[in-house]
């Protein structure tokens, strides 16, 4: 049955019940029930305005809109609600204009009457609903025959609210091949007692075995407030069950959207390794882009679509994607426009910002009023190799996309930056600091320019987390650069949360770095991984080095150790305040730039950089002495403890 088919039926339902109840009420009291004059007690008159009163409070929580053979106690307070804010509307409305005024004894009576009417009505259909599926598992149990349907026997962790609802649907939904065998808690006011008519076992040292001695198959986490480093305890632990362990979380925990469920699934990677996301205070960043065109540059990359998929919600006055990659933007283009069905003024351009005559053609029809630069070649190696389409795209692109904010007026400029600029080693790292260089020096603009850095996000395209999935999909082996090697991590949404606030916060010439907690050993992610999969690091799937790569580094750094750092409002962003360069200085640097990129190579690339970026410097001598870093020391002193 449809949705909208059911929503009808049940609102006749209830129309009905209406009417019976008015029937019976005016029956009893002795009142003429068909009259339309407005002067007895039981009109046609009074009750219809009482129906439109309820019906409204109804429709307004969206009573309607739920699934009552699932219904939870806070559904049926919902509907108690409702009903109690439509009957106060009407006694209201009564009380200005007696001449619909049932009394105050009958309309309370008869608004309790209807309420508790129809909440027995939905008790009953919920109850019948539930022994019916029951009598049919019943039944199904009973035959052997080839469409019997096979119920996996689970133990729920966590016999709290999320746990005791999960148990309750998975009972409930005939069409479920999970059925709920007992909770294991810690709480000693559970253990031992019954919840929705299961056990709680106690999470004690011998649950493992415990476990294994019951028909349990598979194992449900359904703890929502767990730490990352509790989901990680639980999931190591219950593993040595050999029994699947799941979890009941949202799709990405803690980055859910608004209206977004709860679902089963399999523990990520990003459950496991890495810190809990922090939630953006985003009401005055919101209130920053409310009415704004805003442009976004690279806007069909993974940290450009992010941006737009946040900046969406908050209301601007339109949102223009621009990209290169014709793909990645109609794939944003999209979802957008599916999500907000016209509600949302999108314009999407194909355009390079290396093109200046295209751009500024866009900048003067569209006029921003702010740009968030993302558009970037990023990949370290193939820059290694491309270093003149490294200046070309990063240097020379932002180059002419401040220029032309500048010209067009711009409230604000902000430039995705990385941590690979901060004392870089490889030409994709230094052409992002030469990109700082370009909007610090502009310190005397109207248009505030502002940089932000951060490390790797999880799950963009080309990074760690997919190739390794790729290489276990194909039975192996995992290729590690170097055992050693460390890198910071970040959730998507997370970062891009916290560029929005910093664009917010922002004043001109600043470079802000985000906090990115502590930085992760890539060997421990590959081990992890593999395990998630169900198999054995050295022997199910090997890992193996092969060399770092050209320009690469055991280690990045998000500070760069001579500058000063200042606190923000946020305590995950901070401010960097080192002398910016003067515009003559930085145009010096790019007439040695342009120079090597008209004379191609890689040497001239890396002789222009060594020119122009003082902290630049040579790999190999960085990796010499990178376990003395306070970065490699950071992660492998806390492996030791």
């Known amino acids: 049955m449809s949705i909208n088919k059911r929503k009808i039926q049940l609102w006749l339902i209830d129309t009905v019940l209406f009417i019976a109840v008015y029937y019976v009420m005016a029956l009893t009291s002795g009142m ?62 009564a009380y200005f204009n007696p001449s619909i005024n049932f009394g105050v004894a009958y309309s309370v009576v008869t608004i309790m009457a209807v309420m508790l009417t129809t909440l027995g009505i939905r008790f009953c259909y919920q109850f019948s609903y539930a022994y019916k599926n029951k009598a049919v598992e019943s039944r199904q149990t009973a035959q052997s025959d080839e469409n019997e349907i096979h119920k996996i026997d689970v133990a729920i962790v966590g016999a709290g609210n999320v746990g005791a609802s999960l148990a309750e649907e998975l009972k409930r939904n005939p069409n479920s091949h999970y059925k709920p065998y007992c909770f294991i808690d810690k709480d000693v006011d559970k253990i031992g007692n019954n919840i929705n008519g299961l056990p709680v076992f106690s999470e004690d040292d011998h649950i493992i075995e415990r476990i294994k001695k019951l028909p349990i198959q598979e194992i449900i986490v359904a703890i929502p407030d767990a730490s990352p480093e509790e989901k990680r305890r639980l999931y190591e632990l219950y593993k040595q069950t050999e029994c699947k362990v799941k979890i009941y979380s949202y799709p990405l925990e803690d980055n859910h959207k608004f209206g977004e469920k709860r679902t089963l699934r399999e523990f990520k990677i990003e459950d496991l390794l890495f810190r809990k ?39 601007p006055k339109k949102l223009i994607i621009l990209d290169i990659y014709e793909n990645t933007a109609y794939d944003i283009q999209q979802e957008l426009i599916r999500r907000y069905a016209g509600q949302l003024n999108l314009d999407t351009i194909i355009a390079s910002v290396r093109d200046v005559k295209r751009m500024e053609e866009i900048f003067r029809t569209e006029r921003p009023d702010i740009v968030f630069h993302a558009a ?23 180059y002419n996309v401040a220029n032309l904010a500048e010209k067009y007026g711009v409230q604000k400029m902000l430039l995705i930056s990385t941590d690979k600029a901060v004392n870089p080693t490889n030409i994709m790292g230094a052409s992002k600091r030469l990109c700082e260089m370009v909007l610090q020096c502009r310190s005397n603009s109207k248009t505030e320019f502002t940089a932000v850095r951060f490390g790797n996000v999880l799950g963009s395209n080309g990074s760690v987390i997919p190739l390794f999935k790729q290489q276990i999909a194909a039975g192996g082996p995992i290729t590690l650069t170097d055992r050693r090697i460390i890198r910071y991590f970040m959730t998507i949404p997370e970062a891009v949360g916290l560029v929005l606030e910093t664009g917010a916060m922002a004043h001109n010439g600043e470079l802000f770095a985000l906090d990115m907690g502590k930085p992760v050993k890539i060997l421990d992610l590959a081990e992890s991984m593999v395990r998630l999969s169900g198999l054995k690091p050295y022997e199910d799937i090997d890992i193996i080095e092969i060399g770092l790569r050209p320009g690469e580094k055991l280690y990045e750094e998000l500070l760069m150790k001579t500058e000063e750092l200042d606190k923000t409002s946020n305590d995950l962003i ?16 790019l007439e040695i730039l342009l120079e090597a990129v008209e004379k191609e190579g890689k040497e001239n690339v890396l002789e222009a950089i060594r020119k122009t970026v003082p902290t630049f410097h040579d790999p190999d001598e960085v990796n010499k002495n990178a376990e003395e870093s306070k970065e490699m020391n950071r992660v492998f002193n806390s492996q030791e403890k």
């Not at 005055?284 to 805003?294: I, L, P, Q």
């Open 574 to 589: 901070f401010i960097e305040r080192d002398t910016p360069l003067s515009r003559e200085e930085v145009d010096q640097k």
């Open 32 to 93: 003429e029930i068909y009259s339309i004059s407005v002067h007895g007690k039981y009109s046609v008159t009074k009750a219809v305005v009482l129906y439109l009163c309820m019906m409204i409070a109804r429709v307004t929580v969206k009573i309607y809109g739920s699934i009552w053979r699932y219904a939870s106690v806070a559904s049926y307070l919902k509907l108690m609600a409702a009903d109690t804010v439509g009957g106060f509307v009407y006694m209201l409305i």
């Open 376 to 398: 970037a070649h990023k990949h370290v190696p193939l820059m290694e190799n491309s270093g003149c389409e490294a200046i070309k795209n990063n240097v020379i692109g932002t």
């Open 277 to 315: 996301s922090l939630k953006i205070n985003g009401t005055e960043t919101e209130k920053f882009y409310d009415g704004k065109t805003v442009l976004v540059t690279g806007g069909g990359g993974s940290i450009g679509s992010e941006l737009c998929r946040q900046i969406a919600t908050m209301n």
